[in-house]
C-alpha cells in the first residue's frame, strides 16, 4: 500500500494581505528623509572634492576615490526614487521638487521617469507588456524566430560589456537628454527633460568655473558613469535572476510578480546602507510607498519575507549570463544552453 502524498501547504507569503500589513509602514518620518539626505549629500560632495584634488597626486587615486563617491550618487538616485513613488515626504509637491532638484545630479529627469517607473510597477513580469521601463528580455520561441542578425543584436544588447558598462552611461549620459520613450506624449515630457539639461547645463557651467573644464570633466563623466553601472546592475539582479517571475497576461499576477520576479537582494550592511535597501525589492514592489529607510523594518517583522527569493552578492555574479525566458521550466537561462539543447534534439 502506498502513502499518499499529503498536499503542499499554500505560501504563506501569498496568503497574507500584504497591502493591509504594509500599510503601517508607508508614513514617512520628515527628520529621518532629512537626515538621509544630508548624510548622503555631504559626503558625496566631500569625495568629489577629494578626487579633484587627487588629480594633482595620481589620476588612479581619483578613480578610486570616486568608487564610494558612485555608490552615494547612486544612493542619492534611491532618493529620487522614493520622491517618485510619493514616498518620501508627505505632501506631494515636496517629493516633486525635491525630485526634480535631484534628476539634475543623477541626469534623470523626474517627471519622465516616475511615469515610466509606474509602468514598470505596473506591469513587472507581464509577457503581453514588455518594453517600458525594464530590460529588454525575449522567450526562447520569440528568439528563435529571430533573423540571424537581429539575434545577433539581441546578444549584443545583453552582453554583460554592453549592460553594465557602455549601455549605463549612454542611458543616462546621452539617452535621458530626450524624453526617452515618450517623444509624442505631448509638453509634459518635454518640460522635465529640458528643464533637466537647464539645470545639468548651469550646474557644468559652474563647475567648470570653480575647477575647470578639464579636471570637472575626468572627475564627473567617470563618476556619472560608474554609477550609472552601479544603478543598472542593481536593477538587473532585481528583477533577472534565474527563479524570477514571467507570466502571460490573463496569469500574471501583482502579488505573485511583487514577491516571486523581484528579488531580496542580500547585500552585506555597508552596501545595502550605500544602495538605499533598494535590495529589499520584493517589499518595494508590494508596496512601493515604503520610504527606503523603513524597509528593513518589515523584514524584522516579516521574517518569512527575508528569505523569498533570496540573492547573495556572490550568487548574483553568476546571473549575469542569462538571458532567455524558457516559458516551460519558468527560468531564465543562457543563450548557451538553449542553442546546446537544441544541437542535442
Not at 9 to 33: G, Q, V
Not at 87 to 106: A, C, E, H, I, M
Not at 266 to 271: A, E, F, G, S
Not at 278 to 303: A, C, E, K, T, W
Request: proline content about 6%; glycine content about 6%; charged content about 15%.
Amino acid at each position: 500500500m502506498t502513502d499518499t502524498p499529503a498536499p503542499s501547504a499554500p505560501d504563506a507569503t501569498i496568503a497574507r494581505d500584504w497591502m493591509k500589513l504594509l500599510a503601517k509602514y508607508r508614513k514617512p518620518d520628515l527628520k529621518r528623509s532629512v537626515i538621509e539626505i544630508v548624510v548622503t549629500v555631504v559626503p558625496l560632495m566631500a569625495l568629489w572634492a577629494a578626487a579633484w584634488a587627487a588629480l594633482s597626486v595620481s589620476y588612479w587615486l581619483t578613480l578610486a576615490i570616486l568608487i564610494p563617491a558612485a555608490f552615494l550618487l547612486v544612493r542619492l538616485f534611491i532618493i529620487q526614487h522614493d520622491c517618485g513613488h510619493g514616498g518620501y515626504f508627505q505632501k506631494p509637491s515636496t517629493n516633486d521638487w525635491v525630485g526634480r532638484v535631484l534628476g539634475v545630479f543623477t541626469c534623470t529627469p523626474y517627471d519622465v521617469w516616475r511615469r515610466s517607473h509606474a509602468i514598470h510597477h505596473a506591469t513587472s513580469g507581464n509577457l503581453d507588456k514588455r518594453g517600458v521601463g525594464d530590460i529588454d528580455t525575449l522567450t526562447i520561441s520569440e528568439y528563435h524566430a529571430l533573423p540571424r542578425w537581429r539575434q545577433i543584436v539581441y546578444r549584443l544588447y545583453r552582453h554583460p560589456v554592453i549592460m553594465f558598462g557602455v549601455g549605463p552611461a549612454y542611458l543616462f549620459l546621452l539617452e535621458q537628454r530626450l524624453p526617452s520613450g515618450m517623444l509624442l506624449g505631448g509638453w509634459r515630457p518635454w518640460l522635465s527633460a529640458m528643464g533637466t539639461n537647464v539645470g545639468i547645463a548651469i550646474f557644468t557651467a559652474l563647475m567648470m568655473w570653480l575647477v575647470g573644464w578639464k579636471a570637472f570633466l575626468m572627475v564627473h563623466l567617470p563618476l556619472v558613469a560608474l554609477s550609472a553601472s552601479i544603478g543598472v546592475w542593481l536593477f538587473y539582479i532585481q528583477h533577472q535572476f534565474e527563479d524570477t517571475y514571467w507570466a502571460e497576461g490573463g496569469e500574471w499576477s501583482h502579488l505573485e510578480a511583487a514577491l516571486h520576479g523581484s528579488s531580496h537582494y542580500d547585500l552585506p550592511p555597508i552596501l545595502r546602507w550605500a544602495t538605499g535597501n533598494i535590495g529589499i525589492h520584493h517589499v518595494h514592489h508590494l508596496y512601493s510607498r515604503i520610504p527606503f529607510y523603513r524597509l528593513p523594518d518589515v523584514l524584522r517583522d516579516f521574517p518569512e519575507l527575508a528569505g523569498v527569493r533570496r540573492v547573495t552578492l556572490w550568487e548574483s555574479f553568476k546571473y549575469a549570463r542569462l538571458r532567455l525566458w524558457d516559458q516551460a521550466a519558468m527560468r531564465l537561462v543562457p543563450i548557451a544552453e538553449v542553442t546546446a539543447t537544441a544541437a542535442a534534439r
